[in-house]
């Protein structure tokens, strides 16, 4: 598990490079889910790490996992997706004609 580290490092330079600064131990913390990650640090992640995924397929909960929103209600991976992509309210019968 030598790779790891280093791994972290260059992300970390990469993340630098991108103009947001984000540390190897911020890096493990959120890794082992002891740390959140803010909407400008997911996409500077994206940017750095060059994933090829949609924005909108970094904000969402994995399938099957509910998002609890501020009304009390929630939101599953599919709705809160079309509503980053599309801005269809929570609860919409619209269907996004894009798979995901």
Not at 47 to 53: E, K, R, T
């Amino acid at each position: 598990m030598t790779e790891r580290p280093e791994i972290q490092a260059e992300l970390a330079r990469k993340m630098t490079a991108v103009g947001r600064p984000l540390g190897k131990l911020a890096l493990m913390r959120i890794e082992n889910g002891e740390r959140g990650l803010s909407l400008d640090e997911a996409l500077a992640l994206a940017l750095a790490f060059l994933l090829q995924a949609a924005p909108a397929h970094l904000l969402k909960p994995r399938e099957g996992e509910l998002v609890a929103l501020v009304d009390g209600g929630n939101g599953n991976g599919a709705a809160i997706r079309n509503f980053l992509r599309f801005g269809e309210p929570f609860g919409s019968t619209r269907r996004a004609s894009v798979s995901a």
